[in-house]
Nanobody, 122 residues
Framework: QVQLAESGGGLVQAGGSLRVSCAAS????????MAWFRQALGKEREFVAA???????PDYADSVKGRFTISRDSANMVYLQMDSLKPEDTAVYYC????????????????WGQGTQVTVSS
């Protein structure tokens, strides 16, 4: 079955960088759009970034545009490079996959990972 496993979270100071990764298995990876969402304590899950199955058309939430970069490779990995991190970026980051959708609405994604915690200290 489809499995998504995030890694790379941790504690970083404001202004620093971190890269989180998502390993996908049990799927024809090249046929799936991939996305990152995040959920801060007490808040709803929100869209961060998405990339189409063909690795084109990356899309970003306004709050991270210019600071975060989503990418994917042929080894069934998806990455989120996070630069110029702010305390408000603190959240659990989730990887998501869907065959046809790479928009901002989490309810349309079929598969989810367990998440990785990112904490940005001020």
């Amino acid at each position: 079955q489809v499995q998504l496993a995030e890694s790379g979270g941790g504690l970083v100071q404001a202004g620093g960088s971190l890269r989180v990764s998502c390993a996908a298995s049990g799927m024809s990876f090249s046929n799936y759009a991939m996305a990152w969402f995040r959920q801060a304590l007490g808040k709803e899950r929100e869209f961060v970034a998405a990339i189409s199955s063909g690795a084109g058309n990356p899309d970003y939430a306004d709050s991270v545009k210019g600071r975060f970069t989503i990418s994917r490779d042929s080894a069934n990995m998806v990455y989120l490079q996070m630069d110029s991190l702010k305390p408000e970026d603190t959240a659990v980051y989730y990887c998501a996959a869907d065959r046809t959708y790479w928009g901002h609405l989490n309810l349309y994604y079929d598969y989810w990972g367990q998440g990785t915690q990112v904490t940005v200290s001020s």
